[in-house]
């Protein structure tokens, strides 16, 4: 359709927080923003929001509230905070602003004003996702859940709805094959390392998911990721996050 639109890129965010931590926060969002501070001020709150608000404004384009908009938030803020969070957001966006105030979790007002008309996803990546073993013990587990009927019970309690999202995300898209922008050769070249001996010079990184976990075709054999450092893993899944 010609007037379809996306409500565009987070450009700017006003935060004014009592819990889980006293935040205030009136700044522009760029294309890359690099937050630096010491533990515990609030680094990865912000980042958390950011996604929170982009998830709020996909809600609204989708036209959730025809079924429970602020139902379906205050779902998503209850699953995604150990701590209630309670204060003012606004995000402005190209194309529309969101505006949202809770209480102890409670979500008091929440509006989105916008003419978008397609939904825009968001995806958060915290640090329990940084690596292929953790998304495999992840698997297991809502396999097992799946299994006796206590997904909800489980693996909400044990995961937030980001990281969820964010794994069943990367699932999907390896199921049919995520491509990397970079050769194999290359991304060995670049990071130094000896785990990944190169078959094919010119072979591309194509990342793919079956039952015994993620895989990349080196030469003839299948390249389990889950077997890789730790930090290899997580320059992969960096990438493939966002490929």
Known sequence: MKNEKTIGKLIHLDINLTTPTPLKMDGDVNSLVVLVGPNGIGKSLVMIINWL????????VSKMETVSFLGTVTEIITRSFDNPLSGSITAHFERGLVSLYVQENNVTNCSVNTDATIPTSSLYMSKETRSFSNVMSYVRLRDLASK?????TVVYSTYKFYDIQFMETLITKATKGIVLPVLLKDFVAIFGTNEIVVHHPEQKIEIFFE???FYIHNG?????????SAGLQAMLIIIAGQS
Do not use: D, P, R
């Open 53 to 60: 608000v982009c998830q709020i404004a996909a809600l609204h």
């Open 148 to 152: 006796t009927n206590s997904f909800e």
């Open 220 to 228: 003839n054999t299948k390249l389990f990721l889950h077997k890789l």
């Open 211 to 213: 039952e015994e976990g």
